[in-house]
């Protein structure tokens, strides 16, 4: 049967010199290399044995596993980049790989302004303007003598909501259903609008972009707060403001319904009811016509209508306060007043007696009898 070799290491002899020892047990055999060792050494507490021991055993004299040099690897990179870029900050990406040292870091496809440090791997970038609403895709590269990894990144790029000056507080009509608008100063779509704090009922639409369009009919007067939050994937702003909730006016007269005759005066004394302080205006009517006063609960419209023209006059009565607005539509009918052509005298005889009576001006003409004579 054919040895087997073992090779045992043991540092001393003479002059502390490495001396080499081979045995070769029997085949099947299972030496006790502690034993053997012993006897070689002495069994002894030699520092010879006990390094001899290690290296038959796999240990340091110590317990733990000896070290053996590792193969170089190539780089895998281990972080994760951020997914979004916010125009006017500074982008960072602290990039993050295992793999033999060192290691290079480079960009491919970056955009313009975005860097990598070669050694740190330390990816920064300041987006401007022209990239909002866009995603960028730069290539990170990590190598080494050994290898490469790559990491493509998706990065979307925008601003976040915000308002430049906080809105104003907002006035409806108690009973009324009432709407008012905000406006961010930025931010890149979708953006989604919530209510934070609302009183029941009161809704907001912002179709995801920057203006949303809160809706509410208040039940009773008062003042109530109200908090919105606008959001995308960049961040959120918050705007607080009170709703404050009044009686709007309502116009209770009725304008004259007669026709007034061409070159007559028109006048129409004009009432309302709601908080004070309501003022009047008009938005449509005759060149010439004018109100006054124009605040207060009451107000008198008059016009002078021209001499001899016949018209329809469209006129639009405007009456506001804090909490709304009414609104009255009226038409003045200018007409020419009737005048008979036909002879005023007509002879009679014994005959049944006929006349036809013409008049002219505006029409339909209504004919009456003033004390006709007995039959």
Known sequence: MEPRETTIFRKGGVHGALLLFLLLPAVGCKPDLTRDLSAITGGGEESGGSEALSALSGRSPSGGETSTGSAPQAPQILSTPPDVAIIGE??????EANGTEPIVWRLEEAPPGMSVGSTSGRVTWLPDD?????????VLIAENDVGSDSQTMAIQVGKPPAFDTEPEDVALSVGRPGSFQLCLSQGTPP?????IVAPEGMTVTGDEGRCARVEWTPPQVGTNAVSLRASNLFGSTRVDLDVRVGEGPAITSTPPEDAIPAGALFLYVATATGDPELTWRLERAPEGMTLSPETGATTTLSWKSVEGVEQLVETDLVVENAFGSDRQTFTIDVAIPPRITSADRVPACLAPFSYQAT???STPIRWSLEDPPDE
């Open 130 to 138: 022209v990239f909002e609403g866009e995603t960028v895709h730069p």
């Open 359 to 361: 008049a002219t001006g």
């Open 191 to 195: 953006i989604t609008w919530e209510t």
């Open 90 to 95: 500074t982008f960072v990406y602290e990039a």
